[in-house]
């Protein structure tokens, strides 16, 4: 009979063609695992139950109960819920077509092997045509009759249906807790901390992490810096991967400096949202950056001539100390009066590279490792617990004055209300008093829970800064090194004697109690610690 111009060829195996198994041996057949994230979405602990290795021991017990050869195991760590996705699965599917000896598939519950149209339409096929004789599961055995394929088929959209339906609760549970908590429904960025039981999670902000984030922001803003250069300054000052240590990937810069939620706002579902957790960077802050990234603001050409421009000070009269080239090699600083006063700036030039070489080895002075840095980090904490005990003191007492305000004020109100005063005028000024009052304590307790902040923020980051700044400043660049000065040394005095560093306000500690450090000029020219 011929076929008819539009009619298609068949791929359809003929039965004669089915693959039939010699009496007495085993059926061969492949064991299917799978595991995904929706098998934890009803809440109950099925971490055992569906983990691989409690799936193989169920494949194998199947296996011998039915007298079958496993042939070979395939497994994916992907959902079922999207068709054509799963490697091994579509491997598996395509050893079946080629082994005509391998007929079956063996697998805990029938579900692993898709929980959508097109992965159990693939299984239903190659049942039809022959390909696949038998599936084994646990509570069910099935056959390639057309019942048997029949009720797979009602399977398989049962739990493509289930699927849907836990996605759709999940979103809007998710979305639920989003528009009422004022809670990004994704982990903590860099910066912040999960906080709070599961399912009720809010951000709070890392006091550690937070400062660098900010100084990213503050940094990437000036316009100074792309993203390359960007990576090496901050690992000059001390921001690297928490993972590994080393310098930040450009890409999770990229990605930090894109996340408007640091600003406290987020976005869902096309809106911005406002958060009810503290923001780490300002509005602005964050929109600057936007400008740079977006090249609406263009990376600006760094102009510093000098390192230490501006940051040595002339120990004889207090001006500031200016730099100049020798041989055009040689960089040396003097006091930019000494033309105007010769007599009193009788003093040897001051190198930069000597300079370097006394800065760079009282960094190393200060440099602490992982171990100190632990052992300070519980001191501080103490120290700003302390701190923070008696800032809360104080919104204990102002909290108390608002409670008394506002008692006052109830009762001024009943009080005019019976004498009819309250569209007097003594009546408006009275309450516009209260409001006043009310106005100014609450926002003398914001301004003392961002003092709270602030304080863990400074004290962390400059401990933190700590870890290895001997060897950051060793590698840095000029602009770098510049900024690593400004961070740790309040004062540079050169008097052409001996070079006086004054530590910051904190370093001193550390700079074991000493408030300044000292360098002498011998008659080579070099520079060294005083005794």
Same mark, same amino acid.
């Given at each position: 009979? $011929?076929?008819?111009?539009?009619?298609?060829?068949?791929?359809?195996?003929?039965?004669?063609?089915?693959?039939?198994? +010699?009496?007495?041996?085993?059926?061969?057949?492949?064991?299917?695992?799978?595991?995904?994230?929706?098998?934890?979405?009803?809440?109950?602990? =099925?971490?055992?139950?569906?983990?691989?290795?409690?799936?193989?021991?169920?494949?194998?017990?199947?296996?011998?109960?039915?007298?079958?050869?496993?042939?070979?195991?395939?497994?994916?760590?992907?959902?079922?819920?999207?068709?054509?996705?799963?490697?091994?699965?579509?491997?598996?599917?395509?050893?079946?077509?080629?082994?005509?000896?391998?007929?079956?598939?063996? =697998?805990?519950?029938?579900?692993?092997?898709?929980r959508n149209f097109g992965d159990?339409?693939?299984?239903?096929?190659?049942?039809?045509?022959?390909?696949?004789?038998?599936?084994?599961?646990?509570?069910?055995?099935?056959?390639?009759? +057309?019942?048997?394929?029949?009720?797979?088929?009602?399977?398989?959209?049962?739990?493509?249906?289930?699927?849907?339906?836990?996605?759709?609760?999940?979103?809007?549970?998710?979305?639920?807790?989003?528009?009422?908590?004022?809670? +990004?429904?994704?982990?903590?960025?860099?910066?912040y901390k999960n906080t709070g039981? $599961?399912?009720? $999670?809010?951000?709070?902000?890392?006091?550690?992490?937070?400062?660098?984030?900010?100084?990213?922001? %503050?940094?990437?803003?000036?316009?100074?810096?792309?993203?390359?250069?960007?990576?090496?300054?901050?690992?000059?000052?001390?921001?690297?991967?928490?993972?590994?240590?080393?310098?930040?990937?450009?890409?999770?810069?990229?990605?930090?400096?894109?996340?408007?939620?640091?600003?406290?706002?987020?976005?869902?579902?096309?809106?911005?949202?406002?958060?009810?957790?503290?923001?780490?960077?300002?509005?602005?802050?964050?929109?600057?950056?936007?400008?740079?990234?977006?090249?609406?603001?263009?990376?600006?050409?760094?102009?510093?001539?000098?390192?230490?421009?501006?940051?040595?000070?002339?120990?004889?009269?207090?001006?500031?100390?200016?730099?100049?080239?020798?041989?055009?090699?040689?960089?040396?600083?003097?006091?930019?009066?000494?033309?105007?006063?010769?007599?009193?700036?009788?003093?040897?030039?001051?190198?930069?590279?000597?300079?370097?070489?006394?800065?760079?080895?009282?960094?190393?002075?200060?440099?602490?490792?992982?171990?100190?840095?632990? %052992?300070?980090?519980?001191?501080?904490?103490?120290?700003?617990?302390?701190?923070?005990?008696?800032?809360?003191?104080?919104?204990?007492?102002?909290?108390?004055?608002?409670?008394?305000?506002?008692?006052?004020?109830?009762?001024?109100?009943?009080?005019?209300?019976?004498?009819?005063?309250?569209?007097?005028?003594?009546?408006?000024?009275?309450?516009?008093?209260?409001?006043?009052?009310?106005?100014?304590?609450?926002?003398?307790?914001?301004?003392?829970?961002?003092?709270?902040?602030?304080?863990?923020?400074?004290?962390?980051?400059?401990?933190?800064?700590?870890?290895?700044?001997?060897?950051?400043?060793?590698?840095?660049?000029?602009?770098?090194?510049?900024?690593?000065? $400004?961070?740790?040394?309040?004062?540079?005095?050169?008097?052409?004697?001996?070079?006086?560093?004054?530590?910051?306000?904190?370093?001193?500690?550390?700079?074991?109690?000493?408030?300044?450090?000292?360098?002498?000029?011998?008659?080579?020219?070099?520079?060294?610690?005083?005794?």
């Amino acid at each position: 009979m $011929k076929r008819g111009r539009n009619s298609r060829k068949s791929t359809k195996k003929p039965s004669t063609d089915m693959y039939i198994r +010699p009496e007495g041996t085993k059926e061969k057949v492949y064991a299917y695992l799978r595991k995904s994230t929706e098998d934890r979405k009803d809440g109950k602990s =099925t971490k055992q139950v569906n983990s691989f290795a409690y799936q193989r021991k169920e494949v194998d017990r199947l296996a011998a109960k039915h007298n079958l050869e496993i042939v070979d195991y395939y497994q994916d760590d992907k959902t079922g819920m999207t068709a054509y996705v799963r490697e091994n699965f579509n491997k598996m599917l395509h050893d079946i077509e080629d082994k005509r000896e391998v007929t079956g598939i063996v =697998t805990s519950e029938i579900s692993r092997l898709g929980r959508n149209f097109g992965d159990g339409g693939q299984i239903l096929w190659l049942m039809q045509s022959g390909s696949i004789q038998s599936i084994y599961t646990n509570d069910k055995y099935y056959s390639n009759m +057309p019942t048997d394929q029949l009720m797979m088929a009602v399977i398989f959209a049962i739990a493509k249906y289930e699927s849907d339906e836990n996605s759709y609760r999940s979103k809007q549970a998710t979305r639920a807790k989003v528009m009422t908590e004022s809670i +990004p429904s994704y982990a903590a960025p860099w910066g912040y901390k999960n906080t709070g039981m $599961k399912g009720k $999670k809010s951000w709070i902000v890392d006091h550690v992490e937070a400062p660098k984030v900010r100084r990213v922001f %503050e940094l990437y803003a000036t316009g100074l810096y792309n993203l390359p250069k960007l990576r090496d300054a901050i690992f000059t000052e001390g921001i690297v991967s928490s993972k590994t240590g080393t310098k930040l990937a450009v890409n999770t810069i990229l990605q930090t400096l894109k996340r408007v939620s640091y600003t406290g706002w987020f976005d869902y579902e096309g809106k911005r949202i406002e958060g009810k957790y503290e923001s780490i960077i300002s509005a602005s802050l964050f929109s600057n950056v936007q400008e740079v990234l977006t090249g609406k603001e263009h990376v600006k050409t760094k102009h510093m001539e000098h390192t230490y421009s501006g940051l040595v000070t002339c120990g004889i009269c207090g001006a500031t100390m200016t730099a100049t080239v020798a041989k055009k090699v040689i960089t040396y600083y003097r006091c930019s009066r000494h033309l105007s006063d010769p007599l009193a700036h009788k003093m040897p030039y001051l190198e930069e590279a000597l300079l370097n070489k006394c800065i760079g080895k009282l960094m190393c002075e200060l440099e602490i490792d992982k171990e100190l840095w632990e %052992e300070l980090k519980a001191y501080i904490t103490l120290q700003v617990d302390q701190s923070v005990e008696e800032t809360n003191d104080a919104i204990t007492i102002i909290k108390r004055a608002l409670t008394q305000i506002n008692t006052e004020r109830d009762a001024y109100i009943i009080g005019s209300t019976k004498s009819s005063l309250l569209e007097s005028e003594s009546y408006k000024n009275k309450m516009h008093e209260y409001q006043e009052m009310l106005e100014k304590a609450n926002e003398r307790i914001k301004d003392l829970e961002k003092k709270k902040g602030a304080l863990m923020d400074t004290v962390y980051w400059k401990v933190t800064s700590l870890v290895d700044v001997g060897s950051r400043f060793r590698f840095a660049d000029e602009f770098a090194q510049r900024e690593l000065v $400004k961070q740790f040394c309040a004062n540079l005095l050169y008097d052409g004697k001996k070079l006086t560093i004054f530590w910051g306000v904190g370093i001193k500690i550390l700079a074991n109690g000493r408030e300044k450090s000292q360098w002498l000029l011998d008659k080579d020219s070099n520079l060294g610690p005083s005794a």
